[in-house]
């Protein structure tokens, strides 16, 4: 079997160990993790030495040095009610010390912000004052029952992900690394004076891994030592004083405590983004940028490799933004939960190669006595080889304690096999264009920036209120579609791009992800209503283009051919309930799961062809509008039975049904995945049990196949029609 394309975590004396599994699993590559060093011997192995580098932490004897260059971020306190005239407010009530530490350095009449949350009033600022000493605000001559809150600006004295690592760990007696910031003039210049001469102390690295540069996603705990905030998009931790002076300067204009605030929002990536949110957003991806690239050229220069972390530090650094290109990174490594983490990690442009680290991590909350981490391994594996079909990585890898997972052989035997079947995907398919039956956008206010990225609040963790939508990209990422990431502005600018068949908007109402205020826009709503009345399919999910406006909640309503009830037309009766007892979207499906679902969806009139009505209410439709189609669903989990549901949905809702059955199965626990470059088919069963299906070529033929469980079959077609 082939070799290489695997990184492989080591540590202190696992010598012979790690030689061991190295051979077995071919690994060409071998990484430190955070919490580990390599042994000298492992490093003078016939492979590649990753070396992990962090850039704003693990220095504390500099951090401890320049206390006023610690990272900062805005902090909002509990809303306090006033029950007299006087009010004081604890601000850091709910907020752990260990890693916050209000900022006493800098004016705080001129940096902070006291707002009556009840009227939206900024409170004047002789209005109130500062006890340093017990960490309060006093507010005079306020307004009885009012509510009030404090903005108040922080030092973030102990990294998130170290916090993280040595709490779910358990590490005793391990420093807490101090974050810097790489905008002050000190730890600019440290910055890149330390790695200089990490390079030359480093000869043995191959590889320098960088995780990631300079500024955390944003993430704080409580009192508990519990996580009281994240988010994998925020911004929140890359503001300081300093910056805010520097975007003044930049944008013309300065900012506010709220606009990072955000009522406490803090700029979640659920909520539309303001002018001066994302004003914010390209000023320090610019700037990250343009630093970055003065370490990657460091390293270059060191005859290495720069690889970037998808993770912890990466704020500034998005893959897809506009700036991504200019800071010169050799590949880019990220965690793969599932296919859409790793469609987000193998499209990424401007890099020589992808790398992707499976799940399970080697830690102890999987690896202990009496767990089987085969399960959640063969789990990702299958979710994820959905993904590679499409877009493969170029490479695989693992993180943690090899140590750990050293003690379970069944796992080390499982990622034996993982690792050939990878290798055999990759030198197929790399370079090669699969076929294509559809071109599909995801709409929302977010557009490219977060391809792949939709419904995520910590990566690919599991949320009730999310599990409905991300199983729609996790469907996607997998299927033989062409899928693109369009903004509302885009749309509204330049209108829909050419050749899409498809369009989906999903999310509840007033997301960033179903749009909230953006149908306000006549431009918006009349440009998707044209497109689709003149062919375009329009695919909704959850409480698709809604905001209460002008008598409906479903601003496309008429497309769809369904709207929501909010109480307001009760006394409107609705007759229609009548469900098509036979129709392409639902050939396939006897079951139906909607996740946590849609309340109270109605059909506007007979024209709607109901596809699931129950609970008196609608969760499956398509409507005819003009020569296009709308098709509702009310939520979308991840299932083998609802991917294939959305899969006819897309060809329904394109009018291409009689392609359905081209390069396609009959059992929706298998996929086919063809490349007519090198006139070859992947059949695949991405389930554990055996699979019989009816395999459809795309010249018209049709055989009777058995897949056994996990399998892939390739079939080649010399003399292909």
Partial sequence: MQKGRLTLPSEENFYEETKEIMERWGADAIRDSDGTTLDEKVKSLPVNIYSTYFVARGHNEFAEEHPEETQQLYLLSERTTATSRTVVISFMKGYLKEQIKPDYLHNEKKWWEVIDRTTGEVIATDQWGLDKETHQVTIQDATPFHEYTVSFLAYMIWDPTQMYNQITNDWKNIPHDIPFDVRQPNSNQYMKDYLEQWLIDHPD??????????????LFFNEERKEKFVDWFGYGGTVSVKALIDFEEAKGYRLRPEHFIDQGYYNSTFRNPSKEYLDYIDFIQEFVAKEAKALVDLVHAAGKEAIMFLGDNWIGTEPYGKYFERIGMDAVVGS??????????????????????????????????????????????????????????????????LSLAYQFPDFISYIEKIAD?????????????????LRVAVLN?????????????????????????????????????????????????????????????????????????????????????????NGGGLIGIGEPTAVHHQGQFFQLSRVFGVDKELGFSLSTDKYFDQVTPEHFITKDKTEFDFGESMKNVYSLNESTEILEYSNEEIHLS??????????????????????????????????????????????????????????????????????????FDGTGNKESIVLKPSELRWKEYHDEK
């Fill in 205 to 218: 690295t191959d590889v320098v891994r960088f995780t990631t540069f300079y500024y955390h996603f944003t």
């Fill in 336 to 401: 793969v939960g599932g296919g859409a983490t790793l469609r987000m990690i193998s499209d990424i442009p401007h890099v020589k190669y992808t790398e992707g680290r499976f799940l399970p991590y080697f830690f102890p909350d999987t690896f202990y006595e009496g767990n089987n981490p085969v399960i959640e391994a063969n789990e990702n594996w299958l979710t994820a080889r959905r993904a590679i079909m499409r877009k493969p990585l170029d490479r695989i890898g693992y993180g943690g304690y």
């Fill in 421 to 437: 079947e990878f290798r055999d995907i990759h030198s197929t398919i790399k370079e090669v264009t699969p076929h294509t039956a």
């Fill in 445 to 533: 206010s977010w557009g490219a920036l977060r391809s792949w990225q939709s419904h995520m609040v910590a990566h690919a963790l599991r949320y009730k209120q999310i599990y409905s939508y991300q199983g729609i990209l996790e469907a996607l990422s997998g299927m033989p579609v062409d899928v693109t990431f369009i903004s509302f502005d885009e749309v509204i600018e330049s209108g829909v791009p050419e050749g899409i068949d498809v369009i989906i908007n999903a999310g509840d109402a007033e997301t960033s992800f179903s749009g909230g205020d953006y149908w306000l826009n006549d431009k918006l709503v009349t440009t998707i209503r044209e497109w689709v009345y």
């Fill in 622 to 695: 398509s409507h005819e509008f003009g020569k296009g189609r709308g098709v509702y669903m009310a939520g979308l989990p991840f299932s083998i039975e609802n991917t294939r549901l959305l899969y006819r949905s897309l060809y329904y809702a394109a009018h291409k049904e009689e392609e359905f059955e081209k390069w396609n199965v009959s059992n929706p626990y298998c996929e086919v995945h063809y490349y007519p470059e090198i006139k070859k088919a992947a059949i695949v069963n991405n389930s554990l049990e055996i699979q019989e299906t009816e395999y």
